[in-house]
């Protein structure tokens, strides 16, 4: 069975908060590799501080440790009576070396603004589960996203089609749609 997609912690955010047992994701470069006790340490630099991240690397042994690489890591967090932190129980440690590290922390708060967004959405849906979209929930969205087709007019008309009389009409959808 493969391990759940995980969290994305930044190296700065992983301390007692996080729950035990959690499957989590975090980044940083390797900087000791201790084959003997199967723990590597990854650290990230974030404003001025340095922060560590205790990795146990029992499970995706035997690796290629290359020192001074960035690496990414997906696993548990473990509690253990000799850190204050969790330990990265890791299911899979990959090198990345030459990958954008703004640009990848930049995905993560975008993944992060977009499951809050969805999670917001889905509370408004249980709220009103008889209408699609509420209209704050449509105003909102029309301001986010002012060129989608759900800002444009796409009501239905009532036309005249030649050879027709008055009563017999037919309706047809906005321009948009056609």
């Known amino acids: 069975m493969l391990p759940s997609a995980g969290v994305y912690y930044f190296p700065w955010e992983i301390n007692n908060s996080v729950p035990e047992g959690e499957a989590l994701r975090t980044f940083g470069r390797l900087c000791c590799y201790d084959l003997a006790r199967s723990e590597a340490v990854l650290t990230a630099q974030h404003s001025s501080a340095q922060y560590q991240v205790c990795v146990d690397t029992k499970f995706v042994e ?14 548990e967090a473990e509690y253990r009576e000799e850190t204050s932190s969790p330990v990265v129980k890791a299911r899979i440690l990959t090198c990345v070396e030459g990958m954008n590290v703004p640009l990848l922390e930049q995905a993560i708060q975008e993944q992060r603004k977009y499951f809050k967004e969805r999670a917001w959405r889905s509370r408004e849906k249980e709220k009103s589960p008889n209408l699609e979209l509420s209209s704050s929930l449509l105003a909102d969205w029309r301001k986010e996203c002012p060129d989608s087709v759900a800002t444009q007019e796409h009501s ?23």
């Not at 035997?62 to 696993?75: D, E, H, R």
């Not at 239905?156 to 056609?178: C, V």
């Open 156 to 178: 239905w008309q009532n036309t005249h089609l030649p050879g027709l009389t008055n009563k017999e009409t037919r309706r047809t959808k906005s321009p948009y749609f056609q």
């Open 62 to 75: 035997p690796f290629q440790a290359q020192l001074g690489s960035f690496y990414i890591v997906l696993g």
